[in-house]
């Protein structure tokens, strides 16, 4: 059987990533598309238990490299029991931030460590997306609808404007490293509207069997 195709969602905190990744999800499924929805950091249940340890308590909590790890760790769990396994079989899988998350935040927010994040995902991953929506945002509306929504995993979301303008930036740079598997959607327009043009980009893919 052929693999399904391997779709991410990137972008800064409040972009849209998860209505986008769940609205695709909707529309393909709905069209009699298999796929499966699924998120990082988390999307398997050890991936679940590291999501805890990492987006909760203190901002000092775990150092640069720590972080990295447990990250990777948990992508590592995903990819065999969620990720690999509706590949495999055939499954379309949508996966809310991906590799390139740890690629920009990591690398832009706790020094420059995209060296040590690339040797261990070639290293523990060695996968990447066949196709990458990078939803782009002012960092401004961005900030303000993920403080909105506010709740118990805050370890992240207190970077500020400027380090949001950063990682915007970072993800922007990301999409003309990698053309190939990248698209950039403008994310300051009414939901349905993004969906339209992602749903139009994903059925363009080939490997997609709608
Ligand atoms: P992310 O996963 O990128 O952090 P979400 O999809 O969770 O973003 O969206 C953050 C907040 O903004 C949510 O409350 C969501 O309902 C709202 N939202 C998402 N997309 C839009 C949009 N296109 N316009 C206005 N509000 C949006
Ligand atoms: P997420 O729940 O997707 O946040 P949001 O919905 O606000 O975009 O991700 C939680 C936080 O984890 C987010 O601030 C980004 C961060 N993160 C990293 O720093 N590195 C990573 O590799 C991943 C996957 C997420």
Redesign the pocket.
């Known amino acids: 059987m052929a693999s399904g195709l391997f779709i991410t969602f990137e972008?800064i905190?409040?972009?849209?990533?998860?209505?986008?990744a769940r609205l695709l999800h909707e529309r393909l499924s709905g069209a009699g598309t298999p796929a499966v929805l699924t998120r990082e950091p988390g999307g398997s249940p050890g991936a679940e238990e590291i999501r805890a340890l990492l987006l909760e308590g203190a901002p000092d909590r775990w150092s640069p490299h720590t972080e990295i790890l447990l990250f990777t760790a948990a992508r590592r769990d995903h990819m065999e029991k969620t990720i690999e396994p509706a590949l495999n079989a055939g499954k379309t899988v949508i996966c809310?931030r991906f590799a390139d998350s740890t690629r920009v935040y990591q690398g832009v927010t706790r020094g420059d460590l995209r060296p040590s994040v690339d040797q261990l995902h070639s290293l523990m991953i060695g996968r990447e997306p066949d196709l990458t929506f990078i939803?782009d945002i002012d960092p401004a509306i961005g900030l303000r609808?993920?403080r909105?929504?506010k709740g118990s995993e805050e370890r992240f979301e207190d970077f500020g404007e400027d380090m949001q303008r950063r990682m915007r930036a970072g993800f922007l740079a990301l999409a003309s490293e990698f053309p190939d598997r990248c698209r950039v959607i403008d994310?300051d327009?009414?939901?349905g509207a993004?969906a339209d043009d992602i749903l139009a980009v994903t059925r363009a893919q080939p490997g997609l069997d709608t």
């Open positions: 972008g905190d409040g972009s849209g990533k998860s209505t986008q809310d939803i609808r993920a909105a929504r994310g327009r009414a939901p993004i």
